[in-house]
T-cell receptor
């Protein structure tokens, strides 16, 4: 079983739609949670951190359910520029005080005009 | 100004060759990383250095050898290249990866390695 699992998509949605991505992780000791965005043939970039209380950044809302080991990302009013791969990422302890990031394989979003 | 830079951007080589990829960051960060993203887009950490000291060493073939001459540079040397080494290699840096908490990682543009 992969440590971080996501639906690979693609999710094809029209502009203005609301789309939700889900992610599950296997390590109950995971410490921190994130969504990264990766454009085609580009490097990943941090989109937002995810907190247990849920957090919002403009049109983006992230939720974490530690009991179910489940993370979600909601994008409202989709724009063409939101088209990208969204990577679910967790931070786990590697040893001592060092953490490492575990990436999901990503969910591809294609927003259509 | 480029925060994390890698050279070369593309690398095409024959099986059996030895090659190096270089990475530099100008963010003043203490920690640098090498990741491999395979053809299925799976991004996985290989190594991490903090202030020139190796702190993460995942299970990778010993043909891969990282070197950090100073905290702003982390290079990756690959011996006896194999077909399966074809991937995109990303360098990243963060403020301090040993603090037991997350520091945002900033990625370089990637080096697309093709082994023929």
């Amino acid at each position: 079983r992969k440590e971080v699992e996501q639906d690979p998509g693609p999710f094809n949605v029209p502009e203005g739609a609301t789309v939700a991505f889900n992610c599950t992780y296997s390590n109950s000791a995971s410490q921190s949670f994130f969504w990264y965005r990766q454009d085609c043939r580009k490097e990943p970039k941090l989109l937002m951190s995810v907190y247990s209380s849920g957090n919002e950044d403009g049109r983006f809302t992230a939720q974490l359910n530690r009991a179910s080991q489940y993370i979600s990302l909601l994008i409202r009013d989709s724009k063409l520029s939101d088209s990208a791969t969204y990577l679910c990422v967790v931070s786990v302890n590697y040893g001592g005080a060092t953490n490492k990031l575990i990436f999901g394989t990503g969910t591809l979003l294609a927003v259509q005009p | 100004d480029t925060a994390v830079s890698q050279t070369p951007k593309y690398l095409v080589t024959q099986m059996g060759n030895d090659k190096s990829i270089k990475c530099e960051q100008n963010l003043g960060h203490d920690t640098m990383y090498w990741y491999k993203q395979d053809s299925k887009k799976f991004l996985k950490i290989m190594f991490s250095y903090n202030n020139k000291e190796l702190i993460i060493n995942e299970t990778v073939p010993n043909r891969f050898s990282p070197k950090s001459p100073d905290k702003a540079h982390l290079n990756l040397h690959i011996n006896s290249l194999e077909l399966g080494d074809s991937a995109v290699y990303f360098c990243a840096s963060s403020q301090d990866g040993t603090l037991g908490r997350y520091n945002e990682q900033f990625f370089g543009p990637g080096t697309r390695l093709t082994v023929l």
